[in-house]
């Protein structure tokens, strides 16, 4: 156990697996309160539980990112239960394919909703906490795909760009205020979740051959990162190691979008 992250109280939305799952056990890991929330209630409590076990405290609770009242009744549980909130990972998203041509207004308009409405309320919410508090740090999930585009991702592109020049705007805004909220984004490349790992069992060995030459050829590191590679840059960015770092984009990619 580190000392990284002592004292601090962290909640990070979609941390019932994968990358939202692994940042909750690195910073827990490195000393602080976790709240994990997930649309999926039972991920969530299942991440507390193993934090919990090993010698953390977590609390993991149901939420739903696009719903306002859900955020302030969140905000609400986690200062009853901790009484502060030093940093809000905004994890939660989705992806749906499409082009351009082929996507449907329901489905951009349900991108939209999770992976920009979400961050939206999630930073308001919080910064409306720690200006009152002395300051934190607000990390928003983006991804490469918010800098560079991919033709069969129209919807999650959009939406990703709009998290990566949100961060600017509302870490400028607390900075002009004086709040010492920094915020930050965080730009995954292709990362082996555990939803990737059953697309790839599910797709067959086809499938996989041609996702290799298409993508992971292309990574100049020669392979998908994992998680714990998303949870580590977050644990710099949610410490006081971090403390001159605002509005910036943190890219962990393999190299990706360097070559």
Partial sequence: MGQ?????V????GGGSGIGEAISHAFADQGASIVVTDLNQ???????????????SALGLEQDVVDEIAWETTIQQVMYQ????DVLVNNAGIVIPGTIEDVSLVDWQKTDAVNVHGVYLGTQ???????????????????IDGIIGDPKAIAYN????AVRTLSKSAALHCADSAYKIRVNSVHPGYIL??????????????????YERLKISRIPMGELGVPEDIAHGCVYLASDESRYVTGSELVIDGGFTAA
Avoid: D, H
Wanted: charged content about 20%; glycine content about 14%.
């Fill in 193 to 210: 979740t555990p939803l990737v790992q059953q697309a790839f069992a599910e797709a067959g060995e086809e499938w996989m051959a041609e």
């Fill in 158 to 161: 959009a939406s990703k760009g």
């Fill in 42 to 56: 039972a991920a969530a409590c299942a991440v507390a539980e193993a934090i919990n076990a090993k010698g953390g």
């Fill in 4 to 8: 990284r992250l002592e004292g601090k």
């Fill in 10 to 13: 962290a909640l990070v939305t």
């Fill in 82 to 85: 901790y009484g502060t909130l």
């Fill in 125 to 143: 919410k919080a910064i409306s906490i720690m200006k009152e508090s002395g300051g934190g740090s607000i990390i928003n999930i983006s991804s």
